[in-house]
């Protein structure tokens, strides 16, 4: 847990301030669990430099007068293309848990997709968030449950919140081995829960002939498929997403079965490791689906200019996470929103050093690989 509140502290200038900040208030096993990711974190730590090996070549003298960071997504204009991912339990991270993290998204324009898993019930959150005309989609994330009455009434509390969709997460039918977490022995402290699955019963155990998997027999027996998905459409009147698709046969899949948008993401690293980069899946996913629906990133963003690649090789927005709970855990809510304005700003930065006026242009950005010694260009013009 955090050890005490206080005021942002000086001299951040940077996410990577911010986390380096933030070890030194969180206990270990918390760390561990909050920042960790599976095995030997290899895909973690990829997430980020993918990012960087992505070069941004200046563009210089050009019409810059009236540019913004407006996007659209679905069917609504929004201040900025920036997204707060859904991590469990903020209250880990500080006291006020997502109630800060989502004043603070509020304040500054950007999307909010709470978690199943929040240490704070969605309607507060939602309550926190709402308020405001000029913000960013509220969006909650589900991980479907064995009880589908209980996920329909989830569901149900979700649209009555006022959350604008449903972000499904995909690709974490078991939990990563997450060696780190495990190290630190990590338990959830008293008064922390996953208060929105209060009375949620788990199944009953499945029986097992000896030498059988418990995995593939018991727990992966309730594993979600493209039924459903389905199903789930078909219970609520909300946009679906998807969250955790890399492979561009799940991209054709998930138009086909009506989905709204999709979230390229590796779940930051935390399920299977060595699993392929957002950034770099992200390119072949853009040509699969060919602008039929809108595409967001998430994994390694940290800094503005990693924003704007990511748009210029084809997402609409992009997801953050961690850098996020960074910022809660230095001070609340003033943190989270110190995070954000970080973005925001290298963000804009970025864009005006590249020529770029709004982000309708970011796909004219040019780039060059540093891993291929700048050979092959992406967008260039």
């Known amino acids: 847990m955090r050890t005490a509140p206080h005021d942002l502290p000086s001299g951040l200038a940077s996410l990577g301030d911010h986390e380096r900040y933030a070890r030194e208030v969180l206990d270990d096993p918390t760390w561990a669990y909050l920042f960790g990711a599976a095995a030997d974190e290899l895909t973690h730590g990829r997430n980020i430099e993918a990012w960087r090996e992505l070069e941004l070549i200046p563009r210089v003298l050009r019409p810059l007068a009236g540019g913004h960071t407006r996007i659209e997504l679905l069917g609504r204009e929004r201040p900025h293309p920036i997204l707060v991912a859904p991590m469990a339990f903020h209250r880990l991270a500080h006291p006020d848990g997502e109630l800060a993290t989502a004043l603070a998204a509020a304040a500054l324009g950007a999307g909010l ?68 977490e495990r190290r630190a022995g990590f338990r959830l402290p008293a008064g922390v829960r996953a208060v929105n699955l209060d009375g949620l019963r788990s199944p009953p155990p ?36 998807l969250k955790g698709v890399l492979h561009a046969d799940d991209a054709r899949l998930a138009i086909e079965h ?36 809108p595409l967001l990133v998430d994994g390694g963003i940290r800094r503005g200019s990693d924003v704007l690649k990511a748009m210029a090789l084809g997402a609409s927005a992009v997801l953050v996470g961690r850098p996020v709970l960074h910022g809660l855990a230095n001070a609340g809510a003033q943190g989270v929103a110190h995070v954000l304005r970080l973005l925001r700003d290298e963000l804009e930065i970025a864009m005006a050093l590249t020529g770029c006026r709004t982000l309708a242009d970011a796909g004219k950005v040019p780039m060059a690989t540093r891993a291929r010694k700048n050979q092959d260009f992406f967008n260039f013009s």
Do not use: K, M
């Open 113 to 180: 997709v709470v978690s199943t898993q929040a240490s704070c019930r969605l309607e507060d959150v939602a309550g926190t968030f709402l308020p405001g005309e000029d913000r960013g989609p509220l969006w909650f994330q589900l991980y479907l449950q064995p009880d589908r009455a209980f996920t329909r009434d989830l569901v149900q509390r979700a649209e009555a919140a006022g959350y604008e969709a449903l972000v499904l997460t995909v690709d974490a039918p078991v939990q990563g081995a997450r060696d780190r």
């Open 206 to 241: 499945a029986t097992l002939p000896a030498a059988q998997s418990a995995l593939f027999d018991d727990l992966l027996l309730h594993a979600p498929t493209w039924d459903d998905v389905s199903w789930l459409r078909s219970v609520t009147r909300l946009p679906v997403l």
């Open 258 to 293: 009506g989905i709204a948008g999709l979230i390229v993401s590796n779940h930051g690293g935390r399920t299977l490791d060595t699993a392929i980069t957002t950034a770099a899946a992200l390119p072949a996913l853009v040509e699969t689906v060919q602008g039929r629906v």
